[in-house]
């Protein structure tokens, strides 16, 4: 793996997004942000763990909680490759991540600004702050590339 200490989080995201690829998963990366400094950095593990839970942004979220310790993640940030799903927009909202950015819209399991827009609904009691488009086409590419390999 390249160094990653001149990347921007985003950067490193797409970073473990190939990877992931590189692996046949599902090519999403997730960084998580605490006090300006990345703590984790991980990427989807459906196909290795065999667990259809395994999205990115849910392990990048386990493995915050356990590196801040808090049981919250208020000060934190999440950079993602890819709209969250409903399942990581919940994760999300009951961390209480203060900020998500992401790559690519996904217009058929994204519940950011597609779909169910989970944070809009009344029954989700955390907003974070959202920064949609950040290296979309980047993004978008790596998704692209590995689903028309795939068909």
Known sequence: MKATNNLSPMQQALQLAQEA???GEVPVGAVVVHDGKVIVRVANQMKQLADPTAHAEMLAIKEALDVVGTGRLAECDLYVTLEPCTMC???IAHAKLRRVYYGADDPKGGAVDNGVR????????????IIAGLNESESAKLLQ??????R
């Not at 989970?118 to 702050?129: A, I, L, S």
């Open 21 to 23: 690829a590189n692996n």
């Open 89 to 91: 927009a919940g994760a």
């Open 118 to 129: 989970f944070f809009n609904q009344p029954t989700c009691h955390h907003q974070p702050e």
């Open 145 to 150: 590339q590995f689903f028309l390999e795939r």
